[in-house]
């Protein structure tokens, strides 16, 4: 997508963002462990509720089950395209994308550039939930994930696991009384977690980079060039890389608009050789991204940010690559080279901005040595 739409879209996500821009760039902490930040009151629930493997039906699973914070907020295992709900042997049909700087993501709505319409923002990699706090409720009740039967039983749930006085506390003395109230709190409190500086601590070598506080190696520099080159590698095009010059905001490398990669179908996606009452269609099923959601769309997924990308294998929403440099391959040489198969839904295949890029082996190995310094919890070299 190009720039100036990006440009209208940032002003909406600073606006939503608020207050917590302001503590960005504080580049000291361990990639390993949760950030330790304060947090408010319906943060710290949200974050108690978010860690609960409690909830689930049957118990065992929970948000972060998913969505470890060591594995840049997405599922700790790294070659495996789907996951396993709390049911066994149940997956779900998409690989789980990182909810690192979830918060930034503007609400699903759309814009005109040039006479055509484009959808922005929104969540799950097709778009189909206009907001963040929309979204928290869905994973909970979906059988191949949580597997909660509905939401009485999850306030049932919430209340056995002793939550009662922190809901009282936080959102008032009525807040788990009827099923209606109690869901918008729990939801609430889940998604103000969400955006806390927890997942969003802008504390990468790429940070400390733009703040002058570190160098890029001559690789790191030289795949950065290409990365915003657009006669190059053209990322910058949908991952945006640099500050943005009217706020002073820090590149998320996403502009949250959709997009058909052209990306062929993972036939390893155990969704597909698992034929359930969820997925009938076995290995016959097809993807359509966004166009399940809105006509037209079809195969279009939402543009994810890079940031944490070497923490969150495997890659797209099919996680049909387990490695970075099959990825950048892919961009490089879908069109040239037969090996990557057809694509998955040919319908609004983007054929102008990547396919044959031209690369070198090299230049793909220095965009991926980039692409590393966007992982969370840089320490900064002490200077003798
Ligand atoms: C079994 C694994 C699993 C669990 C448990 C899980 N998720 Fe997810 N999550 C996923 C997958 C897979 C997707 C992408 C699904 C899609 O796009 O259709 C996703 C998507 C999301 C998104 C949208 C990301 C985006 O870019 O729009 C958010 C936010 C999220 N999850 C938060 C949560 C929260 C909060 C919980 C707990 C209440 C949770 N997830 C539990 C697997 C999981
Ligand atoms: C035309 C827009 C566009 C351009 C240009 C683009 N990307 Fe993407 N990128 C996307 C979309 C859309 C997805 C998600 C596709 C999917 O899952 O179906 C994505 C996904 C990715 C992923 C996987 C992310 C994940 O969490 O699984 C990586 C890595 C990536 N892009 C890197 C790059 C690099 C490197 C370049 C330049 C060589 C680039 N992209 C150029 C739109 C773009």
Same mark, same amino acid.
Request: charged fraction near 20%.
């Given at each position: 997508?190009?720039?100036?739409?990006?440009?209208?879209f940032?002003s909406i996500?600073?606006l939503?963002?608020?207050s917590?821009?302001i503590a960005?760039?504080?580049?000291n902490?361990?990639?390993?462990?949760p950030?330790?930040?304060?947090?408010?009151?319906?943060?710290?629930?949200g974050?108690?509720?978010?860690?609960?493997?409690?909830?689930?039906s049957p118990a065992?699973?929970?948000?972060?089950?998913c969505?470890s914070?060591?594995?840049?907020f997405?599922?700790?295992?790294?070659?495996?395209?789907t996951?396993e709900?709390?049911?066994k042997?149940?997956?779900?049909?998409?690989?789980?994308?990182?909810?690192?700087?979830?918060?930034f993501t503007?609400?699903l709505?759309?814009?005109?550039?040039?006479?055509?319409?484009l959808?922005?923002?929104?969540?799950?990699?097709?778009?189909?939930?206009?907001?963040?706090?929309?979204?928290?409720?869905?994973?909970?009740l979906?059988?191949?994930?949580?597997?909660?039967?509905?939401?009485?039983?999850?306030v049932k *749930? @919430?209340?056995? #696991?002793?939550?009662? %006085?922190?809901?009282?506390?936080? =959102?008032?003395? +009525?807040? $788990?009384?009827?099923?209606?109230?109690?869901i918008?709190?729990?939801?609430?409190?889940?998604?103000s977690?969400?955006?806390?500086?927890?997942?969003s601590?802008?504390?990468?070598?790429y940070?400390?980079?733009?703040?002058?506080?570190?160098?890029?190696?001559k690789?790191?520099q030289?795949?950065?060039?290409?990365?915003?080159?657009?006669d190059?590698?053209?990322?910058?095009a949908?991952?945006?890389? *640099? @500050?943005?010059? #009217?706020s002073?905001f %820090?590149?998320?490398?996403?502009? =949250?608009?959709? +997009?058909? $990669?052209?990306?062929?179908?993972?036939?390893?996606?155990?969704?597909?050789?698992?034929?359930t009452?969820?997925?009938?269609?076995?290995?016959?099923?097809?993807?359509?991204g966004?166009?399940?959601?809105?006509?037209?769309e079809?195969?279009?997924?939402?543009?994810?940010?890079?940031?944490?990308?070497?923490?969150?294998?495997?890659?797209?929403h099919?996680?049909?690559?387990?490695?970075?440099e099959?990825?950048v391959?892919?961009?490089?040489?879908?069109?040239?080279?037969?090996?990557?198969?057809?694509?998955?839904i040919?319908k609004n295949?983007?054929k102008?901005?990547?396919?044959?890029?031209k690369?070198?082996?090299?230049?793909i190995?220095?965009?991926?040595?980039?692409?590393?310094?966007?992982?969370?919890?840089?320490?900064?070299?002490a200077?003798?």
């Amino acid at each position: 997508m190009n720039k100036t739409v990006f440009t209208k879209f940032i002003s909406i996500a600073v606006l939503a963002a608020g207050s917590f821009i302001i503590a960005a760039c504080s580049p000291n902490q361990s990639p390993l462990k949760p950030q330790s930040v304060a947090l408010n009151a319906s943060e710290t629930l949200g974050k108690s509720l978010f860690f609960d493997a409690r909830l689930s039906s049957p118990a065992g699973q929970s948000c972060a089950s998913c969505h470890s914070p060591a594995h840049g907020f997405s599922h700790p295992k790294r070659e495996q395209a789907t996951a396993e709900g709390a049911v066994k042997g149940l997956f779900g049909n998409r690989n789980v994308p990182t909810i690192s700087y979830i918060g930034f993501t503007p609400d699903l709505h759309k814009i005109t550039e040039d006479g055509e319409t484009l959808y922005i923002g929104g969540f799950f990699l097709d778009g189909r939930e206009k907001t963040l706090q929309d979204q928290a409720i869905q994973p909970i009740l979906n059988p191949l994930e949580m597997g909660v039967k509905d939401e009485a039983s999850l306030v049932k *749930k @919430i209340k056995a #696991a002793g939550y009662e %006085p922190e809901f009282k506390k936080v =959102y008032g003395p +009525d807040s $788990l009384d009827n099923t209606r109230l109690a869901i918008q709190n729990i939801t609430n409190a889940i998604a103000s977690y969400q955006r806390s500086k927890e997942l969003s601590p802008f504390n990468s070598k790429y940070d400390a980079y733009l703040a002058g506080k570190t160098q890029l190696t001559k690789k790191e520099q030289l795949g950065l060039q290409l990365f915003e080159a657009e006669d190059k590698g053209n990322c910058a095009a949908c991952h945006p890389s *640099k @500050i943005d010059k #009217a706020s002073g905001f %820090p590149p998320l490398f996403t502009d =949250y608009s959709y +997009d058909n $990669l052209g990306l062929p179908a993972n036939r390893k996606n155990p969704f597909f050789n698992n034929p359930t009452q969820y997925n009938p269609l076995s290995s016959g099923y097809k993807d359509q991204g966004m166009g399940q959601v809105i006509e037209g769309e079809n195969g279009k997924f939402k543009v994810p940010t890079l940031r944490n990308i070497a923490l969150t294998a495997p890659y797209m929403h099919n996680g049909i690559f387990n490695t970075l440099e099959e990825a950048v391959s892919f961009y490089n040489t879908r069109d040239t080279d037969a090996k990557w198969g057809q694509a998955e839904i040919e319908k609004n295949v983007n054929k102008h901005e990547l396919g044959d890029l031209k690369l070198t082996d090299s230049e793909i190995d220095a965009i991926v040595s980039f692409l590393k310094t966007l992982s969370d919890g840089y320490q900064i070299p002490a200077i003798n």
